[in-house]
Each structure stands twice: as structure tokens, then as C-alpha cells.
């Protein structure tokens, strides 16, 4: 399976600020996800991410909040938005490979809210 | 609402027993399933998946599907403390453009092996 990075791994931010998550991929893929895992919760699908389209959202999450960049066919962004302590979560890419809908996860950046 | 449900657990067994952990889903249109295993501070690790009914084996892991009781599970056979972790059974959802197919996570079950 790909090798999926995250960066930064780790971070404290304050309220009101924003971050911007990487996620990259060694070989080219078509679908990318960035999930998030709030402590002790199942992962729950933020947006699908694909070159050269828009991103698709979830219910509950919106593209001013979440903004999602996919330039490439192994690289893609998450930016969390004007954050509160609500999106203290782990945030997840994962990528689609395989003939029948198989994701594998890069490591997580883990986010805290101050 | 398209849902996944497992028993969260925990479900304790003795090394070397079988563990089962089983997984129920709602939408009868899917065709793919997952098995995810997670250890406290990782990231979800894909150990199975199956499409078709029946079983699936794989070294100690044998996966069952059974499409008309929309159920799935998982046995771990000679089970290890090594396999104590979180397991996440996921249901691909196929949507109406490839933008929208995805996975849906039921909350899992954490496996406790004891020695």
C-alpha cells in the first residue's frame, strides 16, 4: 500500500487562529479523505478530495471552516479555520487504492485548541 | 441515515482463545467490508476486508459476511496480547457520482487479550 505522511504530527494552537495540515502521498492517487477522531470517537468523514474537482463535504462541515486543497495526485491540505477548542481532535488523510474501495490512513496530526 | 453499529465493548478473552467481534450495517446496497484495527495513539490499520459472502481467511484473521443479515465479523484465532486494540468495521457507500462513494466507521470494539 502507499506511504501517507502527515504534517505537522502534532500541534497547540490558540483560539481563533488557523492550521494547515499536509498530507502526501508517495505514488499518484485519485481519492484522498481527511476524517477527523475526536478522543475516544470513531472517525467521522470530513470531505472527499479529488484532483481537479472541488472537494465534496460532509454534513456539518462547510468549506469556509474546512478548506481543502488538492493540487496534485499526491498531495493534499486541510486547513482548520478560526478555531475553537471544539476542533481539538485528531485529523486524518487517508487514500483509496485497490479495486474495491480500500483506504489506508496516514499517521494523524493531533490538534489541540488552547 | 446510513449506520454501522458494533458492540463497543470491552470484550476480554484469554491468549489463545477466539476472539469475535461482530459488526451490523444498514444499507443493503453495500458490497465492501473492512476491518480496521487501531492501537491507542495510532492511526486505523486496514488487517481485512471481504466482498463476498462467506469467509474470508488470512494467517489468524477469518472474516464473514452474510448480506441477507447485513452482518459481518471478525475472528482472531490463538489471539495474542499484541492484538489487544480497538477494531473498526467499515461499510463502503456507494453514492451517485465517485465524489460520493465512501466508508462509514462503526465505533469499534475494543479487544482486550489477557495473558
Redesign the interface.
Known amino acids: 500500500?502507499a506511504v501517507i505522511s502527515q504534517k505537522p504530527s502534532r500541534d497547540i494552537c490558540q483560539r481563533g487562529t488557523s492550521l494547515t495540515i499536509q498530507c502526501q502521498v508517495d505514488s499518484q492517487v485519485t481519492?484522498m479523505?481527511w476524517y477527523r477522531q475526536q478522543p475516544g470517537?470513531?472517525?467521522t468523514?470530513i470531505a472527499?478530495a479529488?484532483q481537479g474537482?472541488e472537494a465534496?463535504y460532509?454534513s456539518g462541515f462547510v468549506i469556509d471552516k474546512f478548506p481543502i486543497s488538492r493540487p496534485n495526485l499526491t498531495f493534499s491540505t486541510l486547513t482548520v479555520s478560526n478555531m475553537s477548542p471544539e476542533d481539538s481532535s485528531i485529523y486524518?488523510c487517508s487514500v483509496e487504492e485497490g479495486s474495491?474501495?480500500?483506504?489506508?490512513?496516514?499517521?494523524?496530526t493531533r490538534l489541540t485548541v488552547t | 441515515q446510513k449506520e454501522v453499529e458494533q458492540n463497543s465493548g470491552p470484550l476480554s478473552v484469554p491468549e489463545g482463545a477466539i476472539a469475535s467481534l461482530n459488526c451490523t450495517y444498514s444499507d443493503r446496497g453495500s458490497?465492501?467490508f473492512?476491518w480496521y484495527r487501531q492501537y491507542s495513539g495510532?492511526?486505523?490499520?486496514?488487517i481485512m476486508?471481504i466482498?463476498s459472502n462467506g469467509d474470508k481467511e488470512d494467517g489468524r484473521f477469518t472474516a464473514q459476511l452474510n448480506k441477507a443479515s447485513q452482518y459481518v465479523s471478525l475472528l482472531i484465532r490463538d489471539s495474542q496480547p499484541s492484538d489487544s486494540a480497538t477494531y473498526?468495521c467499515?461499510v463502503?457507500i456507494v453514492g451517485a457520482t465517485?465524489?460520493?462513494?465512501?466508508?462509514i466507521?462503526?465505533?469499534?470494539t475494543r479487544l482486550q487479550v489477557f495473558p
Not at chain 1, 474495491?100 to 494523524?108: I, K, M, S, T, V
Not at chain 2, 495510532?42 to 486496514?46: A, F, I, M, N, Q
Open positions: 500500500s481519492m479523505f470517537q470513531s472517525l468523514l472527499t479529488n474537482s465534496t460532509e486524518l474495491g474501495y480500500e483506504q489506508y490512513f496516514g499517521p494523524g | 458490497q465492501s473492512f495510532k492511526s486505523p490499520e486496514l476486508f466482498y473498526l467499515a463502503n465517485s465524489n460520493t462513494d465512501k466508508l466507521f462503526g465505533t469499534g
